[in-house]
C-alpha cells in the first residue's frame, strides 16, 4: 500500500510464495488477494482476504 504519490510505501503481505490480484472491499475495510502459498509446487491458487493493514489474513477457498 501506498500514498497516491507514490511515498510511504508498506508490504502488506511477507512470505516467498505469490500473492497478486488485490481488490478493495466497498467499504473500504478489507482487500481481498489470490495466493498460492498453500500449494506452491501445483500452482492451486486459493482466495485470501485481510485488514486493509495486513492483519487478519484469512483463506477463504
Known amino acids: 500500500m501506498m500514498d497516491a504519490d507514490g ?4 508490504r502488506l503481505t511477507d512470505n516467498s510464495d505469490l500473492d497478486t490480484s488485490p481488490a478493495w472491499s466497498p467499504d473500504g ?4 488477494f489470490t495466493s498460492d ?3 506452491f509446487l501445483y500452482r492451486t491458487w486459493e482466495i485470501y482476504v485481510m485488514d486493509a493493514d ?3 489474513q484469512t483463506r477463504l477457498t
Open 7 to 10: 511515498g510511504n510505501q508498506t
Open 29 to 32: 475495510t478489507e482487500i481481498a
Open 37 to 39: 502459498r498453500d500449494d
Open 54 to 56: 495486513g492483519g487478519n
